[in-house]
């Protein structure tokens, strides 16, 4: 297994910081929704989108980690139905997937918003839902 010696996104958040307007920002984000994007299309859903789950290799680029909850959904139509993710990514659908039943979710479109809300984070400084 390789060594990745950046550290995880939330930690060169918090120690370094970085210029929310920069061009290092956009590249994460740019390689993390490549990654999205590349699951996606194997019919790969992560479920677990945080900065906690993004290292930083040693020429700094992102590494997606931690594929606990990812799950294979061989037909774009299937629903997944499990709630798991870290609380404040979750997408609304997820979270409430204990209180509905028989109703699932699409695995892909919660990935999307919490890359929303990963995005707010680094391009805004917190969440879109902290004030």
Excluded at 13 to 24: H, Q
Excluded at 51 to 62: A, F, K, S
Aim: net charge negative; aromatic share 10%.
């Amino acid at each position: 297994m390789e060594y990745l010696s950046g550290g995880d996104l939330s930690q060169n958040i918090r120690i370094n910081g970085f210029n929310r307007d920069g061009p290092e920002v956009k590249f994460y984000l740019a390689e993390i929704l490549c990654a999205l994007e590349q699951l996606h299309n194997q019919q790969i859903i992560y479920r677990d989108l945080k900065p906690e789950n993004l290292l930083i290799d040693g020429r700094g680029h992102v590494r997606l980690i931690d594929f606990g909850f990812s799950k294979f959904i061989p037909n774009s139509s299937m629903q997944a139905m499990t709630n798991c993710g870290t609380p404040g990514y979750a997408a609304p659908e997820v979270a409430l997937m204990g209180q509905r039943t028989n109703s699932g979710y699409d695995g892909r479109a919660a990935d999307i918003w919490s890359f929303g809300i990963l995005m707010c984070e680094l391009l805004g400084g917190s969440s879109p839902f902290r004030k």
